[in-house]
């Protein structure tokens, strides 16, 4: 079978297809046809070492979002069959024609729904979900988002004003996604580089992280609570949080899924539910073959993308 894999850690240069064994499914695991694989920030920091523990062993396979039909069921698998067209979170291999998916994290593809849509909706839109389900927004209160255009972030601008938020503010890297995110009902839209981001929000939703994360603190109003949700580490100044009265939690979505089974369930029927009346969008910024894996960290890594970008193997 054909997967992407890299040798040494870096850029999108260090991506390379390759012909390698099908994997086999252990106990409790899918062994899945891929039909669609999502590319995340995530991914990307993966290749560039930047992951937890200095990045995954090399050679390295990349984990992350598919969509495809079940091949093979491992021992100790309850509830999916052959022939079953799921999704799910890969912990690794996700790049590739063949992938194990853990069956805990897989969830059905509705009959007419495509793999694409699949990837582009449930993942993010559970993580948009879970991180609005922790922060608990009250009617009328303000939302800021950062990484807002992204797979997550513009799912979460729309769900958090079907949820009855007040003021959702877009945060992005540049200005040209404005248009983009208020056709998706963002009420203000700023970038990272402008002094101010308007008026001080009651929760702050961030899926960026690094540099940015002092900056998401300092946007929060007194009293106010940030739901920390992305892979790019950060730290701030503890006395901000004691003098502002302000609270960040942690969300993981293998946690949240796992402790929240129901909750989480509940969350997959809502997505498909609300794609389906047309009230959510899923956006696909761009399908791409397998083998222009590196094309698409380019587009991610560039920042450029207005919702997802899709694989296709």
């Known amino acids: 079978m ?34 669609a694989i999502g590319v995340t920030l995530p991914s990307v920091r993966q290749v560039r070492g930047d992951g937890k523990g200095g990045g995954v062993p090399l050679p390295g396979v990349v984990g992350g979002e598919i969509a495809g039909a ?38 059905r593809i509705p009959q007419g729904a495509s793999a694409v849509q699949a990837v582009a909706l449930v993942r993010s839109g559970h993580v948009a979900l879970a991180a609005l389900s922790t922060a608990a927004p009250a009617a009328g209160e303000s939302v800021l988002i950062t990484g807002a255009a992204s797979a997550t972030g513009h799912l979460a601008v ?24 208020y056709g998706l009902g963002a009420d203000e839209v700023v970038t990272y580089d402008q002094d101010s981001w308007g008026e001080p929000a009651d929760i702050v939703l961030d899926g960026v992280g690094g540099d940015l994360l002092p900056r998401a603190l300092a946007a929060l109003a007194p009293g106010g609570r940030l739901v920390f949700f992305n892979s790019g580490g950060g730290t701030v100044p503890a006395y901000e949080l004691l003098a502002g009265a302000k609270t960040i939690t942690g969300l993981t979505m293998r946690r949240f899924s796992t402790v929240h089974r129901e909750l989480y369930e509940q969350h997959r029927e809502q997505l498909w539910e609300l794609a389906g009346s047309g009230r959510l969008r899923a956006a696909v910024h761009a399908e791409l073959p397998l083998a222009d894996a590196a094309k698409a960290h380019e587009i991610i890594e560039a920042r450029a993308n207005l919702g997802k970008v899709v694989l296709r193997p």
């Open 158 to 181: 729309q769900l958090a004003k079907l949820q009855g938020v007040g003021r959702v503010v877009a945060a992005v890297s540049s200005p040209a996604k404005a248009e983009f995110l």
């Open 2 to 35: 054909r997967r992407v894999r890299f040798h040494t850690y870096g850029g999108p240069e260090v991506l390379r297809m390759e012909e390698t064994e099908e994997p086999v499914p252990g106990p409790g695991d899918l062994l899945v046809r891929t039909e």
């Open 70 to 107: 079940v091949i093979a069921v491992g021992p100790d698998v309850s509830g999916f069959a052959v022939g079953d067209r799921v999704t799910s979170l890969t912990l690794t291999g996700s790049y590739g024609e063949l992938a194990v998916a853990p069956a805990f994290l897989a969830s």
